[in-house]
């Protein structure tokens, strides 16, 4: 952060950077997380065919989860964004070290 506040990044651009990070970080765990029970209702599904079950994930499972995991990144990366926004650069370089 220091670095980059002093070559000349302002505080939008830094808010920026971390919120995306945030939303980037979170859609990845939503992407695996997804993956992981389309495994896991597959599977299920291969065991309960005998009983005639079958499970599916819905593409608006899907979509509210992706909303909602877009949210929590958004959400959660607000605050340390902005502490890092509003940082001085040699406050933000002192603290690193």
Known sequence: IGIRKAIGADRGTILLQFLMEAVVLC??????????????????????????????????????????????????GLYPANKAAKMKPIDALHYGG
């Not at 695996?32 to 299920?44: K, P, T, V, Y």
């Not at 899907?62 to 958004?74: D, E, K, N, Q, S």
């Open 27 to 76: 859609m990845l765990g939503c992407v695996i997380g997804i993956f992981l029970s389309w495994c896991i209702l597959r599977l299920a599904s291969t065991i309960a065919a005998d009983a005639g079950m079958q499970f599916a994930l819905s593409g608006s499972v899907v979509a509210l989860a992706a909303i909602f995991c877009f949210a929590i990144g958004m959400i959660f």
